[in-house]
């Protein structure tokens, strides 16, 4: 329990995440993403993320029956891939 206390829950901003406990930890394929360190002190570190976003919308009798276009249906995405570079404790890009 005491390794799971330092882990943090996610952020609404991704400017408050802050990965850098996981350069202590045993680490599994998603972590190895939030954390990609790129010196021995592993205090310049790279954190890559990302999110998709689905609608589905469903329109019928949009027209209220005057032009008679019936039903309308469609698929909305979107797919946000973002990373994050930690240049030390001062700097990020």
Partial sequence: MGSMASAQNFKLLRYDENYEFLKDSSRNF??????????????IYISFGGEARYEYVDFNNEDWGRLNIGHNNFLLQRYDLHADLHLGKTFRL
Avoid: I
């Fill in 30 to 43: 998603y972590e190895d993403l939030k954390f990609v360190p790129l010196n021995k002190q592993k205090d």
